[in-house]
């Protein structure tokens, strides 16, 4: 079993920053990609940022030059740096990994969310 736990969602008037957290833990033999995802009211899931391997990163047009996604080996945990928030990257805000697990097979899991929400 392996378990994901965000932290760092709140409140932030537009133009400030969030910092998210993702801690991985569990039974799992490596870890092959972290990711967040975003979903608003009323829309799909929708990809963030993502990091494969150790440290290739990709992001979602909306969102670069102001977010950041890095991960820390050393804790099994994924950051996500986010400056310059705007009122429509309200969402709630979930972690995402791919993992190999001892027995060879590949899995994902998901985190519980974490609101995050940006007055204007």
């Known amino acids: 079993q392996v378990q994901l736990v965000e932290s760092g969602g709140g409140l932030v008037q537009a133009g400030g920053s969030l910092r998210l957290s993702c801690a991985v833990s569990?039974?799992?033999?490596?870890?092959?990609?972290m990711s967040w995802y975003r979903q608003a009211p009323g829309k799909q899931r929708e990809l963030v940022a993502a990091?494969?391997?150790?440290?290739?990163?990709n992001y979602v047009d909306s969102v670069k030059g102001r977010f950041t996604i890095s991960r820390d080996d050393t804790k099994n945990t994924v950051y996500l740096q986010m400056n310059n928030l705007k009122p429509e990257d309200t969402a709630v805000y979930y972690c995402?990994?791919?993992?190999?697990?001892?027995?060879?097979?590949?899995?994902?899991?998901w985190g519980q969310g974490t609101q995050v929400t940006v007055s204007s």
């Open positions: 995402h990994t791919a993992v190999a697990l001892r027995n060879g097979v590949l899995a994902d899991y």
């Open positions: 569990g039974n799992y033999y490596s870890i092959k990609s």
């Open positions: 990091v494969v391997g150790y440290d290739s990163t």
